[in-house]
């Protein structure tokens, strides 16, 4: 095995020979075998321990056990204690989901003040298949077949063509010594579920089925680069990103015979998963929805709109008659001047007389009007903004400059014609989004 590691080392990560690494090591048998293995590689490295504090004495014993074999072969080691129960508490995450963040967090912190380059994981082929089946027995897209990554930027995983059972010979063979975690025994958590009952029943079936799944994960691999390709050349015709938004034409997209696939590779990124609801979005009225964590997803028109969440601002903001300008939200300047000179959609001008401080500036809302400068009669907002096809996303980003209860500016769109400057007028104020 030591042999084929050090070959799979050179064509895989060739890179590593001139890198200082940091080994993941838990005490257990894959992570205490890839520390022998990488120990006679002749690669710089370190040892980086987490003690999640899940198994009381166990856990300590576990950390001591590293300690003592760092210690006693002068390996340059760390160790962490993590209150993982109360961080998963805190983060309403599962106890699995608290430990892996904690631990790469902790990781990625290590590679920045220690000056390591990357962390070695000891993830091996036999993990590869009970996330296969985790994730086929969930439910999910080509990309959650396609397996754990050899490298995901700084971690990399040197063992994943090895089955666990080639670590363990090797193991034996050298005489090495692990700890055995107790909770790899019980069936309280789905992987072990697999491990135990699943995956012993498919090997019995094929004594190979570890290659030939190795077979089928390369092959899946390598369609989910098809996908990947299709997916960028379709994209540069379809969607176009402007400023901090996404936008998808809809016309284009509804001409693809795989319209659905090619959303779910361009929206799954993004955290979104109600994919049913998502393809129903493509057909509905303008203004609906959907949210991710840390997106939303907006149809509006022919286009679907993807943009990081934002918060609508509901406060109302004042402006007293001597005061010159205003910061925030919007940058607004407020003079006086003798006549009317340039106006345009950023300037206006009109009769101080007839505003009434403090003006107020706020965000508009259904049934507000206003009487269109240069027209006659009024004019609901929500009209004015369908007639001058601002988009769902723009009208939420409109501010109303008011007199009392009476819009006076549609900031940077239309002023009110009931305060225009008129041969009758003393006084004119210039109003300006800087």
């Not at 296969?132 to 959650?144: A, N, P, V, Y």
């Not at 918060?311 to 300008?325: C, L, T």
């Not at 507000?368 to 723009?394: A, C, N, R, T």
Request: proline letters at 3%; charged letters at 25%.
């Amino acid at each position: 095995m030591l042999l084929k590691f050090q070959n799979h080392l050179s064509t895989q990560f060739p890179f590593l020979q001139k890198a200082k690494m940091l080994i993941a090591v838990s005490g257990g048998l894959d992570s205490m075998v890839l520390l022998d293995l990488i120990s006679k590689a002749n690669i710089e490295f370190a040892v980086a321990h987490c003690n999640f504090q899940l198994r009381g004495d166990e856990s300590d014993a576990d950390e001591n056990f590293v300690k003592s074999y760092c210690n006693e072969n002068s390996i340059q080691s760390f160790f962490q204690k993590f209150d993982t129960k109360q961080f998963a508490e805190d983060e309403k995450v599962s106890i699995q989901v608290a430990a892996r963040k904690l631990r790469y967090e902790w990781f990625y912190e290590l590679l920045a003040n220690e000056n390591f380059d990357f962390v070695a994981t000891a993830h091996h082929l036999d993990d590869q298949l009970e996330t296969f089946l985790i994730h086929f027995s969930r439910g999910t897209g080509l990309d959650g077949l396609t397996g754990i990554p050899s490298q995901n930027d700084k971690i990399i995983r040197p063992l994943l063509h090895f089955s666990r059972a080639e670590i363990e010979t090797f193991a034996k063979e050298n005489n090495l010594k692990w700890r055995e975690d107790s909770s790899n025994a019980s069936d309280k958590y789905v992987r072990n579920k697999i491990r135990h009952h699943v995956v012993p029943i498919l090997k019995e079936l094929n004594p190979s089925f570890l290659d030939s799944f190795e077979n089928t994960l390369q092959n899946l691999n390598q369609a989910q680069s098809l996908v990947e390709d299709a997916s960028r050349i379709v994209y540069r015709k379809v969607v176009k990103d402007v400023d901090n938004q996404k936008k998808i034409d809809l016309n284009e997209l509804l001409q693809l015979p795989n319209y659905q696939a090619y959303l779910y590779q361009w929206l799954m990124p993004f955290g979104f998963s109600a994919w049913q609801d998502i393809y129903d979005l493509v057909e509905a009225q303008s203004g609906k929805q959907i949210f991710s964590e840390h997106f939303r997803l907006l149809k509006d028109r022919e286009t679907l709109i993807i943009e990081p969440k934002s918060f609508k601002v509901s406060d109302e903001y004042f402006i007293q008659e001597n005061q010159s300008q205003l910061n925030f939200p919007l940058k607004l300047s407020f003079c006086k001047v003798d006549d009317i000179t340039k106006s345009d959609s950023k300037t206006i001008f009109v009769d101080a007389e007839k505003l009434k401080f403090p003006l107020q500036l706020r965000q508009w809302s259904e049934g507000d009007y206003f009487y269109p400068f240069g027209m006659l009669g009024k004019k609901k907002l929500s009209k004015f903004f369908k007639d001058e096809k601002i988009s769902v996303i723009d009208k939420e980003k409109i501010w109303l400059l008011c007199s009392e209860k009476r819009i006076v500016w549609i900031v940077g769109k239309r002023m009110d014609d009931q305060f225009k400057v008129t041969e009758n007028t003393q006084t004119i104020l210039k109003i300006q989004l800087v």
